[in-house]
């Protein structure tokens, strides 16, 4: 505490639970660099602060420091897993700042170097931390510029700035950041400063190579199973054979006998220890237990049964018309069910952390997406003060929300302390999905209605299981009605699932999405018009018909009645503010119930665009990836026992199922930055559905449609 | 067994004192610190661990030192020659043909072992050959991209 003590009485006004980046870590960090002390009131744009809890610093120093050689430090609690936030965050600070990009440093994911964070998901890194980084960048910028004002003794605005060259147009006289600061500590602060309209752009828009490219290529990027250090020794730690097992009886002796083993036990976490960490799973394999094991109720076949039986009460999240009024005028009703199993996050780096202690200083480098939130379960796990911890996210192999949770570090860190070594943690495969927090199997079910014109009159939408997320529709249909029951993780009465699920890459969205636009297929059909057109004839929204027109233009839809024997589809989604319409071309082939998705264009509209290639990186990455759920994905399970081990059963997607992909970006610029880095994953399971249906006829009710079930409802046809 | 494998590693001659049925992976991790091979599987279905040996790109996950003797490994490690990447890193860096980057030394790997036995590829081959790579990110279209701007590359060198 004593830290903390320190900086809160230093810089008054502070939240202590803010001063993550302590004074004596600002000097270490930074040596001669500058400081820039002022403290100011909360940046307008922040979240809610929460009383206790911990929040974004409002003090924009904690973002941003200027090193005497002008070199700009961008300090931010996120953490790079392959969404480019390296790469286009640090285009923010420098486009505030007036800074040349490749003056612009990152550090990120260090708990004692960085401010506090809350974690790296929901595509949140631009259009919500991006906001708190360009309003520090903005404030910096003016406070530089008000002390070259008075130096000169001109009025402010008088000057202009250039990658960091502050110059007034009428003497031409300059100032560099990095002269006028000289490592001098300033305390100054202005409030809230206006960040640069859209207009005034000149780094927005670019596309510079990764940030982290260089090192990925070359090997040399360190994840945190890549950290070795003196003395490290690997842990193997015995692991139940499903959830809910309990240890009746373990015997050791055998694999204690192997040469340089350790085997250490805290309660029931019980690992081998070696330097090696082939010799200590070798070990592991020669401990002898028993287990009692749950008896098995679900399996992935009955389990949405269970679900319908179990969920909790639901709630209405939007209604408007009348149901029943709409009922009436209804000459048509479909009512379908719609199904998605549990899926995996499956990043290709396991859940990994190497922890070290020295002194109770606890070190760990830890492959997580919150590295603030396990700073606290690992201090609170060994019974330290949080700031005796530091977390270092390094590169992380990927996260898609199965980082969020990390209990490999709470493990090592409680290992190390055991062991007196430091200690590192890789899950094997096998681990990985034992663990893992699925995405919730979940249920829809659609009662919808057209009028005798042909158009939606009503709309009755019951998601089970998945949480309301996106739920609502944005169609325009005069009597509708959305609920849901229950979420997408842990707001779940216990026993609903049979393990952990939680936030897998847009949470809810691909189950609500995947439901809702089959539907509107099937009323489309129904109707006898053109999908596209159907859904143009009921949409105001204007930026949804721009994004399906653009999709449309580019993919050249050709208007027709479904199904046309062509296998085209589309699909339409909002995902938190940003605009996607997806459209496919695919093959079935019939006697083997393949499907080989041939073409995928989609639009996208996300506000500003940031970093157009960074954008188009990210749609690319979730139309792959969303076949995957749509077509092979589906984690298989025997009451709490894990069927899936490893990629021979568990299949993601393959370069052999890559299409044609084209993507377009709408150029917004009305509209502040939103996220990209998971849209066009909503769409994929409907837009391969209606293609299918559009192909062969018949409509898949249920993800992954794999082989077996094409075949079958073909067979029903 | 425990004894000395003679082989030589990114150009280098190297013995190894080791068992010899322990997996090349572990070796190279964590007896030499060679980092940038990686685990995914461990079971040679993912490629994250792809090393080129002999010309041919294997799974370190799943070859013992024993059938590296008096063979050529090449480790991501290895590369580059002279402080210049090989052109197969400058497309991926070029293209961008990466995301989180952990399964990208695998499949620069199995690439260069590609374009040693078929330097021009077609679309199809390069799918083909690097079918067994896996990456979730999605970076597969980019990656074919500069896989195929490489073979260009080379063909012109």
């Given at each position: 505490m004593k830290h903390e003590e320190e900086d809160s009485r230093e810089n008054e006004g502070m939240d202590v639970n803010t001063a993550s980046l302590t004074r004596r870590d600002f000097l270490a960090l930074t040596g001669s660099g500058l400081f820039l002390f002022f403290w100011v009131g909360p940046l307008e744009l922040l979240p809610a602060q929460l009383p206790g809890r911990p929040s974004y610093s409002s003090d924009f120093n904690a973002y941003l420091r200027i090193g005497p050689d002008g070199r700009v430090t961008c300090l931010v609690g996120k953490v790079e897993l392959g969404q480019g936030a390296m790469t286009s965050l640090p285009m923010l600070l420098a486009e505030e700042l007036d800074v040349a990009l490749d003056s612009v440093d990152i550090v990120m994911g260090d708990t004692d170097l960085c401010p506090w964070d809350m974690g790296t998901f929901g595509s949140l890194s631009i259009r919500q931390?991006?906001?708190?980084?360009?309003?520090?960048?903005?404030?910096?910028?003016?406070?530089?510029?008000?002390?070259?004002?008075?130096?000169?003794?001109?009025?402010?605005?008088?000057?202009?700035?250039?990658?960091?060259?502050?110059?007034?147009?009428?003497?031409?006289?300059?100032?560099?950041?990095?002269?006028?600061?000289?490592?001098?500590r300033i305390e100054r602060h202005i409030g809230r400063v206006a960040v640069k309209p859209v207009s005034a752009f000149a780094v927005h828009g670019k596309s510079p190579t990764r940030r982290d490219a260089l090192d990925k290529v070359t090997g040399k990027a360190k994840y945190a199973g890549d950290i070795l250090l003196p003395g490290m020794l690997h842990a193997r730690i015995l692991r139940p054979p499903e959830h809910g097992a309990v240890l009746k009886h373990v015997d050791t002796t055998i694999a204690e006998k192997v040469e340089g083993v350790r085997i250490v036990r805290d309660g029931d976490l019980i690992a081998v220890l070696h330097k090696q960490p082939d010799i200590a799973e070798k070990a592991k394999a020669l401990i002898k237990v028993e287990y009692d094991s749950p008896r098995a109720t679900v399996d992935d076949k009955t389990i949405f049964d269970h679900l319908l039986q179990n969920a909790p009460q639901p709630q209405v999240v939007s209604e408007s018309g009348s149901l029943t009024q709409g009922e009436k005028l209804a000459t048509t009703i479909v009512e379908e069910t719609y199904l998605n199993s549990y899926v995996a996050h499956a990043a290709m780096e396991t859940h990994s952390a190497t922890v070290t202690i020295e002194n109770d200083r606890v070190t760990v480098w830890a492959g997580t997406q919150t590295p603030f939130s396990v700073k606290q379960q690992v201090a609170q796990a060994l019974g330290l003060a949080p700031e005796n911890v530091r977390v270092i996210a390094p590169y992380v192999g990927g996260g898609f929300g199965g980082k969020s949770a990390s209990r490999q570090a709470v493990e090592a860190a409680r290992l190390a302390k055991l062991a007196g070594n430091p200690v590192q943690v890789v899950w094997d495969r096998r681990e990985e999905f034992f663990f893992d927090t699925f995405r919730p199997a979940a249920v829809v079910k659609i009662r919808a209605g057209l009028d005798n014109a042909g158009g939606m009159i009503f709309w009755d939408f019951k998601v089970f299981c998945a949480g309301d997320r996106e739920a609502k529709q944005f169609y325009d249909i005069p009597n509708q009605r959305t609920v849901s029951s229950g979420g997408w993780g842990g707001e779940n009465p216990g026993g609903?699932?049979?393990?952990?699920?939680?936030?897998?890459?847009?949470?809810?969205?691909?189950?609500?999405?995947?439901?809702?636009?089959?539907?509107?297929?099937?009323?489309?059909?129904?109707?006898?018009?053109?999908?596209?057109?159907?859904?143009?004839?009921?949409?105001?929204?204007?930026?949804?018909?721009?994004?399906?027109?653009?999709?449309?233009?580019?993919?050249?839809?050709?208007?027709?009645?479904?199904?046309?024997?062509?296998?085209?589809?589309?699909?339409?989604?909002?995902?938190?503010?940003?605009?996607?319409?997806?459209?496919?071309?695919?093959?079935?082939?019939?006697?083997?119930?393949?499907?080989?998705?041939?073409?995928?264009?989609?639009?996208?509209?996300?506000?500003?665009?940031?970093?157009?290639?960074?954008?188009?990186?990210?749609?690319?990455?979730?139309?792959?990836?969303?076949?995957?759920?749509a077509l092979t994905e589906e984690v298989h399970f025997r009451g709490r026992e894990i069927l899936e081990r490893n990629f021979d059963t568990y299949e993601i997607p393959r370069f052999s199922g890559l299409p044609r992909i084209e993507t377009v970006l709408i150029d917004n610029p009305d509209v502040a930055a939103s996220g990209c880095g998971e849209p066009p994953i909503v769409t994929m399971g409907a837009v391969v559905a209606n293609a299918i249906h559009d192909a062969v006829g018949t409509r898949l009710l249920q993800l992954p449609m794999i082989p077996t079930r094409i075949k079958a409802s073909l067979q029903r046809a | 067994m425990q004894r000395t494998i003679s082989f030589t590693l990114n150009g280098k001659p190297t013995h190894a004192a080791v068992d010899d049925e322990r997996m090349l992976l572990w070796f190279l991790r964590y007896d030499l610190g060679l980092t940038g091979t990686k685990y995914g599987c461990g079971e040679g279905l993912c490629g994250a661990c792809t090393v080129v040996v002999n010309n041919e790109a294997v799974r370190s996950c799943a070859t013992p030192m024993k059938d590296v003797a008096g063979k050529s490994v090449l480790t991501i490690e290895g590369l580059e020659q002279g402080g210049k990447l090989h052109p197969i890193q400058q497309a991926f860096l070029k293209h961008n043909a990466l995301q989180c980057g952990y399964c990208t030394p695998g499949m620069i790997l199995s690439a260069y072992a590609l374009l040693q036995k078929t330097p021009r590829p077609t679309a199809a081959e390069i799918v083909k050959h690097m079918d067994e790579n896996l990456c979730r990110c999605g970076s597969h279209l980019r990656i074919v991209e500069a896989i195929r701007e490489a073979a260009d590359s080379k063909e012109r060198a």
């Open positions: 931390f991006g906001p708190v980084l360009r309003g520090a960048g903005a404030e910096a910028r003016a406070v530089l510029l008000q002390m070259v004002a008075e130096r000169l003794n001109v009025p402010v605005e008088r000057l202009h700035v250039k990658d960091g060259v502050v110059t007034d147009s009428s003497t031409g006289r300059r100032v560099t950041y990095a002269e006028l600061v000289q490592g001098r609903l699932h049979p393990f952990a699920v939680g936030p897998w890459r847009a949470p809810s969205v691909n189950t609500n999405t995947f439901a809702r636009e089959s539907h509107i297929d099937t009323l489309a059909r129904k109707a006898g018009i053109d999908p596209v057109e159907f859904r143009l004839k009921q949409l105001t929204d204007k930026r949804m018909r721009v994004v399906l027109q653009a999709a449309a233009k580019q993919f050249e839809w050709k208007p027709a009645r479904t199904p046309s024997g062509r296998g085209v589809g589309v699909a339409c989604a909002i995902y938190s503010g940003t605009y996607v319409a997806t459209m496919a071309d695919v093959a079935v082939d019939k006697d083997s119930g393949n499907v080989q998705v041939k073409r995928v264009v989609c639009a996208q509209d996300q506000g500003v665009t940031v970093n157009p290639d960074g954008s188009r990186q990210q749609m690319e990455g979730s139309i792959m990836m969303g076949l995957g759920y | -």
